[in-house]
């Protein structure tokens, strides 16, 4: 038995639908109750807008196909459709734009009940084949709750009071030294990767030892992110002395460890080089990584200027700022050749880095998804059962 011709091949729903020989709207409304939108048939990703309108696109954000991609209209019914190849187990976030005239429109895909959440709005998402939400990243009521404390601490390098979010393992203790992971964006890993059930979920399941975290929270995000001594020693010198002070941790390289996505990443990563071997491990989320000593980048946004600043000159001179760094990056996201131009620059400065891609793109649960693979390979558990 070999692959299937093409002309063997079971049809498309959509291209059975063309060739009815009925489009009235009953025959649409009966398509519409007998599939899930989108239709995933193998790796064929069928989008569909039920529309009346002069143009339909599709909006998203995947590296390699056009965006706006046009959706093409079946002769003679308000009924638009585009077909992908969606790879196996991918994940995308999208939007429909309609234009009636000279009126454009943008919303998530009504025939689409699966909604995915951002600190800038909501979006559809489409599930590939083989796709699934982890079972670690939903809701156990077998797991042991951690608490969150909140705490506001001054910063005399920010000149201002700042909200951290601490978490405190189910069976926090004060006879128990702990490691510390410091977040940044941390109100968002929170509300949109579900970061606290994440970890209730692995500590209960011993993906993961018992950590502390400290979920932190940014003023001017674009402003304190990219390579900024202020925040780097807020987090080094004043947080983290202070947590140190106050909770049983464990202070040294080895037990500290920093984690962010996009910007926080960059936030990650320079606050470690300002501050070498003070922090034993780095989770680095699709890190804006934008540099341009191998040629010009046209059209970026001046906020990242000072990311490639940095960029440039570290990748011109390479150091070794902690032991390992553990790397995420969806495939389907631009940025993705920045991030794999780093690990080899990584690597060569003696630390151990693990690289890891995903079918995914720039978003929050792209993010989570990845959590356990980080998380339980920087703050590994403990392979055995406990009983109580």
């Not at 299937?4 to 489009?23: G, H, V, Y």
Request: net charge negative; hydrophobic share 40%; charged share 25%.
């Amino acid at each position: 038995s070999g692959p299937l011709m093409a002309a063997q091949r079971p049809k498309l729903a959509i291209n059975r639908l063309r060739e009815s020989k009925e489009l009235d709207h009953q025959a649409l409304q009966r398509f519409v109750d007998q599939h899930e939108f989108p239709i995933i048939e193998g790796n064929q990703c069928t989008f569909v807008a039920w529309q009346q309108a002069d143009e339909v696109f599709l909006r998203h954000r995947v590296v390699g196909i056009r965006d706006p991609l046009p959706l093409r209209r079946i002769e003679h019914a308000d009924f638009w459709y585009v077909v992908l190849e969606i790879p196996k187990d991918s994940r995308v976030e999208y939007q429909i734009e309609v234009r009636r005239g000279e009126h454009w429109e943008r919303f998530n895909d009504p025939l689409n009940p699966r909604i995915a959440r951002s600190p800038v709005g909501n979006s559809s998402v489409c599930f590939g084949q083989g796709y699934q939400v982890p079972d670690w990243a939903s809701y156990d009521p077998d797991a042991r709750p951690g608490e969150l404390v909140e705490l506001m601490i001054r910063s005399q390098a920010q000149r201002r009071d700042n909200r951290v979010t601490l978490y405190l393992p189910a069976r926090f203790t004060t006879t128990q030294r702990y490691p510390l992971l410091v977040v940044h964006d941390g109100g968002d890993y929170l509300e949109y990767a579900s970061m606290k059930v994440v970890l209730d979920n692995l500590i209960h399941r011993l993906d993961m030892a018992e950590i502390v975290v400290a979920f932190t929270y940014p003023g001017e995000r674009l402003r304190e992110y990219p390579n900024s001594g202020p925040h780097a020693r807020w987090i080094t010198k004043e947080l983290i002395g202070q947590l140190e002070e106050q909770f049983p941790l464990i202070a040294h390289p080895s037990g500290r460890a920093l984690l962010g996505s996009s910007f926080g990443a960059i936030a990650s990563l320079t606050t470690a080089v300002r501050y070498p071997q003070t922090y034993g491990s780095l989770l680095l989320q699709l890190g804006s990584f934008v540099f341009t000593d191998i040629g010009a980048l046209q059209g970026e946004d001046p906020a990242f200027d000072p990311v490639v600043k940095f960029m440039n000159r570290y990748r011109a001179r390479p150091t070794r700022f902690a032991d390992r760094l553990f790397m995420s990056c969806g495939v389907y996201e631009p940025l993705i050749i920045f991030n794999r131009s780093m690990v080899p620059v990584f690597t060569e400065t003696g630390m151990t880095i693990n690289y890891v891609e995903s079918r995914d793109g720039h978003n929050w649960e792209s993010w989570r998804d990845r959590l356990r693979d980080g998380l339980s390979w920087i703050f590994p558990g403990e392979s055995l059962f406990v009983y109580e």
